[in-house]
């Protein structure tokens, strides 16, 4: 045990420095090799901690202006379907120009180092225009497609950041079986998110507070791109171990003799890909399930102010208590999966839990606060549920030259969820759930029934739960292992 620990602190402080190719400890105790960077528990925890962090602050900026619809509206006087419109720029890009297809094809290509500093510089231009479109007067009174300028153009930068994040997500996500595969993947993949949930949970909590304490809606996108700046470095950083991983892994193949040469991206590859049975089922999953959780979220804050009559300076503190859930569980889940397995059974209790509560807050006559908190701490542990199995299931379907673009192809389903649902929900707010108006520091705001838009993500729910059956199912018949634990003995 105090040998392993000497190793593990040796590597920790060497890491930076020291070429891997062989390194022999001698101690007291035992004699111990490590073969590759990766081996090193201190130095494959240490690389998801940075990666992560870059992706707690993109989370942060992708759900910070969700508890503000209030007052976007009432100072910038946005309505809910100039909101829907903002919301779903997210996928813009992703979605009508493939870019998160040419994201994967560029990981597989290019590998994780450029790709995730391509996507942070990209995060960090989109950030600069969405806050320059919210706080500019530049912008008042004129219009661009029909629509408020200001509305189009943060919509621009929002959609710009969207590639910049999914790119980096389908990055960590490749980052992660780099150096956790065989080993505790579903947990290291469990306490990504769980990190990435923290930024969600600091966006809906802070929010408010921030814009009210800086005078100005558009303040805490400011913090924002200060954030994201800071992440950017975080992953310049991290390169620099993956640096000293590959070549590790390089001097390793060379002293085993063994020939370790992954095949670059081929046009091939995108046909089996999506003639892959199981690779639609966890898409399409993935989709349904994002698309009612996701988008949810950005409308919770208003729900809980329309529905649950929580008074507005106070209502984004309860969707934050979903991602709370998902931090404490999703790594728990994580690791259960590495351990034990059931990861297509995981899934489908997931599903479960989302079609139950979107059920109840779908229930006009069940306005009751309590009610609202317990539901979304249980569709917390739904959102962990779900995430926790699905994602290291893919390498487990997919070969991992492919996986760049596996990734990036679901990426790419879930973005047409993204940005499709909230245009759909805030057009429905808008043409059928307005049930009249309030005065909110002297300016008329609209009041909503939600009971619509709810059944709408129960739908989703269920189809959600439909597709974790099949992809049980089509486990069984394949073979892939879905059930079976991730830690190799």
């Known amino acids: 045990m105090f040998a392993e620990l000497y190793k593990d602190v040796f590597h920790s402080i060497n890491f930076l420095h020291l070429p891997f190719k062989k390194v022999l400890i001698d101690t007291h105790f035992m004699e111990t090799v490590t073969n590759t960077l990766r081996d090193s528990k201190v130095a494959r925890w240490t690389a998801l901690a940075v990666v992560s962090f870059t992706m707690l602050c993109g989370y942060y900026l992708t759900d910070v202006m969700a508890p503000l619809k209030p007052m976007l509206e009432k100072e910038l006087l946005w309505n809910s379907a100039e909101y829907g419109f903002f919301t779903s720029a997210y996928g813009w890009f992703n979605v009508f120009l493939g870019m998160l297809i040419f994201g994967g094809i560029i990981l597989d290509k290019m590998g994780v180092r450029f790709t995730g500093k391509m996507a942070t510089i990209i995060m960090v231009i989109g950030t600069a225009i969405k806050y320059w479109a919210i706080s500019t007067h530049m912008l008042d009174g004129k219009e661009l497609l029909g629509m408020k300028a200001q509305v189009v153009v943060a919509g621009l930068g929002f959609a710009t950041f969207g590639v910049g994040v999914e790119v980096a997500g389908i990055t960590v996500s490749k980052i992660i079986v780099k150096w956790f595969k065989g080993k505790e993947m579903a947990l290291a993949m469990g306490l990504e998110m769980a990190t990435a949930r923290i930024g969600t949970t600091l966006a809906m909590a802070t929010s408010v507070p921030l814009a009210i304490a800086l005078n100005g809606v558009s303040k805490p996108i400011l913090v924002c791109l200060i954030m994201l700046c800071i992440g950017m470095i975080a992953f310049f950083l991290y390169a620099t171990m993956d640096k000293k991983l590959d070549k590790s892994l390089a001097d390793e193949a060379l002293r085993s003799g063994s020939v370790d040469e992954e095949e670059s991206f081929r046009v091939k590859d995108i046909f089996l890909i999506v003639t892959n049975k199981g690779w639609w089922y966890i898409a399409i999953l993935c989709v349904l399930f994002y698309s009612a959780v996701f988008p949810f979220i950005k409308y919770a804050t208003d729900l809980m102010v329309n529905k649950f009559h ?21 790594p728990f889940f994580g690791s259960l999966y590495d351990r034990k ?57 997919i070969p991992e030259k492919q996986l760049g673009t596996a990734y990036g192809m679901i990426f790419l389903v879930q973005n047409i969820g993204l940005s499709l649902v909230p245009l759909l929900i805030g057009w429905v707010l808008n043409k059928y759930c307005i049930t009249g108006t309030r005065m909110v520091d002297g300016v008329a705001v609209s009041n909503y029934d939600y009971t619509l838009p709810m059944i709408i993500f129960t739908g989703f729910g269920v189809l959600a739960l439909v597709f974790g059956i099949l992809l049980k199912m089509e486990d069984k018949k394949k073979g892939y292992g879905l059930e079976l634990p991730n830690i190799k003995k």
């Not at 503190?317 to 859930?325: F, K, S």
């Not at 599903?351 to 606060?369: E, K, M, N």
């Not at 979304?376 to 290291?392: D, E, Q, R, T």
């Open 341 to 397: 397995g059931k990861g297509a059974t995981i899934m489908i209790i997931g599903a479960l839990l989302l079609i139950l509560v979107h059920t109840v807050y779908s229930i006009p006559f069940l306005t009751a606060t309590p009610l609202a908190i317990v539901m979304i701490m249980i569709l917390g542990v739904g959102f962990s549920l779900v995430p926790s199995a699905m994602w290291p299931s893919v390498p487990k379907i």
């Open 310 to 330: 929580v008074k507005e300076e106070l209502a984004g503190n309860i969707p934050a208590l979903l991602p709370i859930g998902a931090i404490i569980l999703t």
